[in-house]
């Protein structure tokens, strides 16, 4: 059973433009919502992350958008660069406990 | 240390062999969390830590795996008898405590031939 669902699984965007990838959950009792950035070779990274108390959090180019209504989030970078090009993850936990992952975005900026 | 370490890095074993994962969370963290990750795949939860206990064991895919943590730091996962489906990377994190930012090793990638 896929508890978050991640889309799209492949992403192309030109240098200065804006990268967005959306989630979706199913359990209401997730409470973390975080994304991580992972590089090949490496371990993923956190990036940004958010609870369902705000509806939206931004870390420099990087901003979560939340709906617990609809039970989606999405990541938005800004102003993408060749250096953002990686594989991004989000994830879900509840109460502290395991975090779910989507299956992951392939984000490729062109320059 | 700064980070999580794995230990190997890269394994390649015999199908039907034991290998045996390590993971060094970060200090003081009480928390550690085993993922699997097959090629171009997600993170595949296996097990979690809280200190020396495993509250949640449901992600082992077989009872071929088994892990374990002692003096609430390093941690061991097992796998016997591989198989070629074993073939992923394993990757170890850990937390200050539950529900925090987890940190994740490089992880071992392991390849069964």
């Known amino acids: 059973q896929q508890q978050v669902k991640q889309s799209p699984q492949s992403l192309i965007v030109q240098k200065g433009g804006i990268s967005i990838i959306n989630c979706a959950y199913e359990?209401?009792?997730?409470?973390?919502f975080p994304w991580y950035q992972q590089f090949p070779g490496k371990g993923p990274a956190l990036l940004i992350a958010?609870?369902?108390?705000?509806s939206e959090k931004k870390e420099g180019r990087f901003t979560i958008s939340f709906n617990k209504s609809a039970k989606q989030f999405s990541l938005h970078i800004m102003d993408s660069q060749p250096g953002d090009s990686a594989t991004y993850f989000c994830?879900?936990?509840?109460?502290?406990?395991?975090?779910?992952f989507g299956a992951g975005t392939i984000l490729r900026v062109k320059s | 240390g700064a980070g999580v370490s794995q230990s190997p890095s890269n394994k390649v074993t015999e199908k039907g062999k034991d290998v045996e994962l390590r993971c060094d969370p970060i200090s003081g963290h009480t928390a550690l969390y085993w993922y699997r990750q097959s090629l171009g795949q997600g993170l595949e939860f296996l097990i979690y830590f809280q200190g020396n206990s495993a509250p949640d064991k449901s992600g082992l895919p077989s009872d071929r795996f088994s892990a374990e943590r002692t003096g609430g730091s390093v941690s061991t996962l097992t796998i016997q008898r591989t198989q070629q489906e074993d073939s992923a990377v394993y990757l170890c994190a850990s937390s200050l405590q539950m529900n925090t930012e987890a940190f994740f090793g490089q992880g071992t990638r392991l390849t069964v031939v």
């Open positions: 994830a879900a936990s509840k109460n502290g406990n395991k975090l779910v």
């Open positions: 359990n209401t009792a997730f409470d973390y």
């Open positions: 958010i609870r369902p108390d705000v």
